[in-house]
């Protein structure tokens, strides 16, 4: 059985939210807040009602820990930055009145890229073309700029929290995709998001769009690397070459992708087991030991 108890705050109402908070420091080892997107929000699959197909789902840590999830599908940044108003009048954690956390772990820029790969493409003007071809790197940088400024939003309201300045912010970096006609498994009005702009646009060749989109995966990891170079506990958990690309085929059934953005339960296992949990494990660790805390061991 997992030690992980996860909390779906986006389920619950202010006054629920701030009970929630003030009972979990007393019945937890380590408390941890999770913010952003799908990858952190997806329900259980209709098909097998017992599948997890979130990568929250299979955190695992060795301690008695809770995540208060409060992610949302679709969420972009800016969403986050907005919604604050709501969640900061609930206790939650970049509030200064708030509670502490041990970690805040974020999902975030996905949907933001996603959402506005227009602005980084245009139509190639010949039959035969390139990736060079088809991206237009000014507005790519753009975008990647507009993405990362509101993360950096996000990071200077937690440098500005009374209770939470130093916790530790730990973010992932996606994985490489492939733009395919596949809209989301369980939504079919959802998606695909990033091959059908694409395909708009003029761009049909799969190898270009899998290089543009390699691109742009590698340009939002660069970003983050960055922030975690000049701010202080901002913590980058590399997840890319972890799963096995899907076919450009959308017939295809891929072991680690269920349609064009989003793993499946095997995916996000994979990506937890080889990335997330050594990472986290290490991090709450040394936050606990800096604290003088003493975490209680998970029986065999």
């Not at 997806?42 to 999830?69: E, G, H, M, Q, Y």
């Not at 010949?126 to 060079?132: C, I, L, V, W």
């Not at 990891?221 to 202080?232: G, S, T, V, W």
């Not at 992708?257 to 994979?270: C, L, M, Q, R």
Request: hydrophobic share 35%; with cysteine; aromatic share 8%.
């Amino acid at each position: 059985m997992s030690n992980v108890n996860i909390i779906k705050g986006n389920d619950l109402c202010s006054d629920e939210i701030k009970f929630h908070l003030n009972q979990l420091s007393e019945k937890t080892d380590t408390l941890v807040l999770a913010e952003g997107d799908s990858w952190f929000h997806l329900i259980n699959s209709p098909r097998d009602p017992a599948t997890p197909v979130n990568l929250l789902d299979f955190v695992d840590l060795p301690w008695k820990s809770t995540i208060f999830n409060y992610a949302s599908f679709g969420s972009t940044l800016k969403d986050l930055i907005a919604c604050a108003p709501k969640v900061l009048g609930s206790g939650e954690t970049l509030s200064k009145n708030s509670m502490q956390f041990d970690l805040i772990m974020l999902s975030v820029g996905g949907n933001d890229i996603a959402g506005n790969v227009a602005q980084a493409i245009k139509t190639p003007a010949h039959a035969q073309y390139e990736m060079s071809d088809c991206l237009v790197q000014d507005g790519c940088n753009k975008l990647l700029d507009a993405v990362e400024e509101d993360l950096l939003s996000v990071v200077r309201m937690r440098d500005r929290s009374r209770s939470n300045s130093t916790t530790p912010i730990v973010v992932h970096t996606y994985d490489y995709l492939t733009p395919r006609n596949q809209p989301h498994f369980m939504a079919r009005r959802r998606g695909p998001w990033i091959w059908r702009d694409m395909k708009n646009i003029g761009i049909k060749d799969p190898t270009v769009q899998m290089e543009i989109m390699n691109h742009l995966v590698d340009g939002w990891a660069e970003r983050l690397m960055n922030i975690e170079r000049d701010y202080k506990n901002f913590f980058v958990i590399d997840t890319r070459d972890t799963l096995i690309p899907a076919d450009h085929d959308e017939t295809v059934v891929d072991p680690d992708w269920h349609d064009e953005i989003h793993p499946t339960a095997k995916g996000f296992e994979k990506i937890a087991n080889q990335k997330l949990n050594p990472r986290l494990r290490e991090m709450i660790a040394a936050r606990s030991e800096e604290q003088g805390r003493k975490l209680t061991t998970k029986a065999a």
